[in-house]
Each structure stands twice: as structure tokens, then as C-alpha cells.
Nanobody, 119 residues
Framework: QVQLVESGGGLVQAGGSLRLSCEAS????????VGWFRQAPGKEREVVSS????????YYADFVKGRFTIARDHAKNTMSLQMNNLKTEDTAVYYC????????????WGQGTQVTVSS
């Protein structure tokens, strides 16, 4: 089992920045890949970014490329999402997630953290 806890959400004006963090605990040595997802009201959950837990192979959705940066600290069992130049359409609940092997679904999820971007 893996437990994930997000932090760092909040209210920011458009053009501002926020940094989300996610701390993993439990069987973290079995994690293959971690990611950030978001869900806005009335919309389906979508992937924002992901990275291999041991490092590398970063993925970014087109709508965040050049604005968001994912990182992880394997030794500290943490991951982060630096979000710059935020837009009102970035408003959503953000979740960190983990999967244990290639091809698997993301099976472990945090509780989510609200990000609200005002105009």
C-alpha cells in the first residue's frame, strides 16, 4: 500500500504561481510512476503531468507545457508541481497519484488540494 498526501493549494491571481507538494509513504520502493491530475467542476479528471519515480520521462499535458514543472525527490519520498503563469482555467482540485508498474492504472491517490485562480 502507498499513501499520498498533497499540500500547497490555495487562491492566487491569474499570472501568479503556486507549488503543490505530495508526500508518499508506505511501500514507496514499489512505485513506478507518479503523476498530477486535476478535476474542475463539471469536467472529467485529466492528467496534468507525470514522471518516473526514479527520475526521468517527464510528461506534460499541452495545456501546461512551459508553465508547470514536475519534480520528485526519491530520497524524501516527495514530489512537487511548480505552477507558474496560472490561468483561471487552471482552477481545479489537484490530485497526486502513483502506479506500481508499466501499463498499470494509477491505483493510489491523494485526497486532493484545491487550486483557485482568480481573474
Amino acid at each position: 500500500q502507498v499513501q499520498l498526501v498533497e499540500s500547497g493549494g490555495g487562491l492566487v491571481q491569474a499570472g501568479g504561481s503556486l507549488r503543490l507538494s505530495c508526500e508518499a509513504s508506505g511501500r514507496t520502493w514499489n512505485i513506478y510512476r507518479v503523476g498530477w491530475f486535476r478535476q474542475a467542476p463539471g469536467k472529467e479528471r485529466e492528467v496534468v503531468s507525470s514522471i518516473v519515480w526514479s527520475g526521468g520521462s517527464e510528461y506534460y499535458a499541452d495545456f501546461v507545457k512551459g508553465r508547470f514543472t514536475i519534480a520528485r525527490d526519491h530520497a524524501k519520498n516527495t514530489m512537487s508541481l511548480q505552477m507558474n503563469n496560472l490561468k483561471t482555467e487552471d482552477t481545479a482540485v489537484y490530485y497526486c497519484a502513483a502506479k506500481m508498474r508499466i501499463g498499470a492504472q494509477y491505483g493510489y491517490w491523494g485526497q486532493g488540494t484545491q487550486v483557485t485562480v482568480s481573474s
